[in-house]
Nanobody, 115 residues
């Protein structure tokens, strides 16, 4: 059973920073990709950042240059460093991971950016 647990969300002023963590049960080597999604009220869930097993990363245009996804294989954890936060970054952030054709999701962590 794969479990993903997000942490690090909170309330921050515009221009501030947060670092989200996604801790996986067991080794993250088994995941071909690990993603961060977000969902704002009334909006669809959108892909924010992805890191694949080879370390290649991709980002949504809206966060390029501000967010950085990384992984610590020794800690079985993926991070999302978020800098220069904007009110439009507000939402619930979810961690997702792909393994053997299945996707697994965390419960989400709330990020609120005040103007």
């Amino acid at each position: 059973q794969v479990q993903l647990v997000e942490s690090g969300g909170g309330l921050v002023q515009a221009g501030g920073s947060l670092r989200l963590s996604c801790a996986a049960s067991g080794s993250i080597f088994r995941f071909s990709a690990m993603d961060w999604y977000r969902q704002a009220p009334g909006n669809e869930r959108e892909l924010v950042a992805r890191i694949v097993s080879g370390g290649f990363t991709t980002y949504a245009d809206s966060v390029k240059g501000r967010f950085t996804i990384s992984r610590d294989n020794a800690k079985n954890t993926v991070y999302l460093q978020m800098n220069s936060l904007k009110p439009e970054d507000t939402g619930v952030y979810y961690c997702a991971a792909a393994a053997a054709g299945e996707w697994y999701w965390g419960q989400g962590t709330q990020v609120t950016v005040s103007s």
